[in-house]
């Protein structure tokens, strides 16, 4: 650095100090509200199934049945890819090795509303299923519950309901560090200053660790994204959370038909959709929360062409979120998990070579037809990250294709090492 003049150094050396001092606390605020991502996996999808049909083998099933998918309609798939047969391979490699990332368990609206006594052992059973699936390791890499939400009609059931899994399922085993609960309907930023409340109170009464108990919030209301003073809820919401947050999770069905939407028209795609999306997108960045995408309820079943149009559907959806930042979405069938996978691993496996090379260009500081700024470089190694960590890319062609080991891609990425599963 090239030195300065006396007098100017020791102007700018104490405008320095003054300004440290007059930014500490934004600087303090800043580092506070929006650490960063969050290290680890995120999954690519959430597989909801009702309680009561939970079951420890339920992910092999669930595997065995998309397959099943496969056999049957190989001819439609392979079309819907372009023939790619080396892409439909991965799939089913996929589907045979790990077909369901994220399991939740709904007791709630994929639930429905019962006796008391019914739901009190469903919920047990369902916590001693997982229990099962965990020490055999047939559990999905990650996994939670969907309880009803704290609005005052369901608030009661819904703290029983969370606290009797939780209390059962560590009966016999600690909470995996992988389980997150997720809070549905959510119209206050109250309700979410409750969950931390409730889950300080849980961790304590059966001895889990500060922070142990994690939670999603599912933005399916239009009072969780613009409030009665026209400011966005859902960003309080995430800072309202105590750190507990890990994921914001888009309802279609709920918030379209809120907004006043027609059966007929309710998509991940409405423009209602995309302006909720849009709001979580800026109230999560820099957070270390994630977000995901919701479901589309057309499922493939059927005869050819019916299961053949759910599938066209199924994948142009994700991977119209895979190209607006949304990495994450809700699957509810077993036949939808090879659209979900083949949408996946063609955006990840289309974009490696330019991704490869802007980033290998940027790193080594080579002229290219694109002058990508840090951000964008960022960007560029998440992208291959997050295709590594599902399965689409080999971390080996990965490291050939940009010229660099893990830590430093990691390092671009703004991840930890360690922390990726």
């Known amino acids: 650095m090239e030195s300065l003049a006396p007098g ?3 102007l700018v050396g104490g405008l320095t100090s003054e300004l440290d001092a007059r930014l500490a606390d934004a600087d303090a605020a800043l580092a506070r509200h929006y650490p960063g991502e969050r290290a680890g996996r995120q999954p690519v999808h959430t597989v909801y199934v009702p309680a009561d049909r939970f079951h420890a083998g339920l992910v092999a099933e669930h595997g065995a049945a998309s397959l099943r998918a496969v056999d049957a309609h190989e001819d439609r798939l ?8 080396d892409l439909v391979a991965r799939v089913r490699d996929k589907l045979a090795r790990e077909p369901v990332e994220d399991l939740r368990i709904d007791l709630e609206d994929g639930y429905g509303t019962r006796p008391d006594a019914e739901e009190d052992a ?3 059973r369902a916590a001693d299923e997982l229990r099962a699936a965990l020490d ?6 990650f996994s939670g519950i969907r309880f009803k939400g704290f609005e005052a009609p369901t608030r009661s059931r819904g703290v029983r309901t969370l606290a009797l899994f939780v209390s059962r399922l560590v009966e016999d085993g600690p909470l995996p560090d992988t389980f997150v609960v997720t809070l ?3 119209t206050a930023v109250e309700q979410v200053e409750a969950l931390v409340h409730a889950a300080g109170r849980l961790e304590s009464g059966l001895g889990l660790a500060d922070g142990a108990l994690r939670f999603e919030i599912q933005v399916e209301t239009p009072q969780s994204i ?13 800072h309202a959370s105590a750190g507990r947050c890990t994921g914001l999770h888009y309802g279609t069905y709920d918030y379209s038909a809120a907004c006043g939407i027609a059966a007929a028209h309710q998509s991940l795609e409405h423009p209602v959709a995309d302006h909720a999306k849009a709001v979580m997108q800026a109230a999560a960045a820099g957070t270390g929360v994630r977000l995901s995408d919701g479901s589309t309820n057309v499922l493939p079943v059927g005869g050819p062409d019916e299961v053949a149009a759910a599938w066209a559907t199924h994948l142009r959806l994700v991977r119209r979120s895979l190209a607006r930042g949304y990495y994450q979405g809700w699957d509810l ?4 998990l090879p659209t979900r996978f083949a949408a996946t691993f063609g955006f990840y496996r289309d974009g490696l070579a330019a991704a490869a090379s802007r980033l290998r260009s940027y790193v080594e500081r080579r002229d290219s037809g694109v002058l990508d ?3 964008t470089a960022r960007a560029l190694a998440d992208f291959l990250l997050r295709g590594v960590d599902c399965g689409a890319l080999s971390a080996e062609e990965v490291g050939a294709g940009t010229g660099l080991a893990a830590d430093r891609l990691a390092g671009l990425a703004h991840r930890a090492v360690e922390g990726r599963a």
């Open 8 to 10: 100017l150094d020791r």
């Open 78 to 85: 392979l079309a819907l890819v372009d023939g790619d047969a």
């Open 122 to 124: 469903d919920v047990r």
């Open 136 to 141: 055999t390791g047939s559990a999905a890499p």
């Open 184 to 186: 549905p309907k959510v």
């Open 226 to 238: 613009l409030g009665p003073d026209g400011g966005a809820l859902v960003a309080r919401m995430v």
């Open 333 to 336: 069938h077993p036949a939808q």
């Open 373 to 375: 700024e840090p951000a």
